[in-house]
């Protein structure tokens, strides 16, 4: 089955620049999503398509994919933006969805 | 504006079935533009997708659940439902239901969550 890999865990400083990445095989032709979750709370998509953001979702927030990784990046980081962060794609050889296990975005 | 709202037990017994309901508003449950789905989030581990229907009925599950999956839309209630049988502790999770729209594989509305928990 179609695997993501995303690191455990991530830190950045505040107003510095996070970066969470997501590998797969092939992911440039996949569409790739991205969510994040603050704990006791339904997950939020923030990124869609590999880079186009919902409306409310802040332009700090922006996904790109090249190859076999797609990246989460997270600009000017702020102790709000402290969550678990899961990549997501559709494999259509199976018609099934396939998330990441999740990277932790530490601010401090 | 969609909001979606899990309901069911809380508590499940080992070996038992687990019956959820996402209660729909803002949109029909029978609508064309939306795929009603649930995932789920284990203690300490990532989101996993359990199975997604079309108002049609036609479902889609992940096959890692071994056919344990079945769910159901009824336009009656608004509501759609799950029923996951035989679960076993590694069932016990906060479930989520979830929309997609057609063509557009990733889930812009969630619920809030239900915890459930695993236990004679």
Known sequence: SFV??????????PGMTAIITCGGNNLERKGVHWYQQKPGHAPVLV?????????????????????????????RAEAGDEADYSCQVWDSSRDQVVFGGGTKLTVL | ?????ESGPGLVKPSGTLSLTCS???DSVGSTSSYWTWVRRPPG????????????GSTHS???????VT???????????????????ADAAVYYCARRRPFKYYFDIWGQGILITVSS
């Open chain 2, 45 to 56: 581990k990532g989101l996993d997708w359990i199975a997604s229907i079309y108002y049609t």
């Open chain 2, 71 to 89: 769910m159901s839309v009824d336009e009656s209630k608004n509501q759609f439902s799950l029923r996951l049988m035989s679960v076993t502790a």
């Open chain 1, 47 to 75: 990124i869609y398509s590999h880079s186009d953001r919902p409306s409310g979702i802040p332009e700090r927030f922006s996904g790109s994919t090249s190859g076999n990784t797609a990246t989460l990046t997270i600009s």
């Open chain 2, 24 to 26: 729909v508003s803002g």
């Open chain 2, 1 to 5: 504006h969609l909001q979606l709202q």
């Open chain 1, 4 to 13: 993501l890999t995303q690191p455990p865990s991530v830190s950045v400083a």
């Open chain 2, 62 to 68: 992940n096959p890692s659940l071994d056919n344990r």
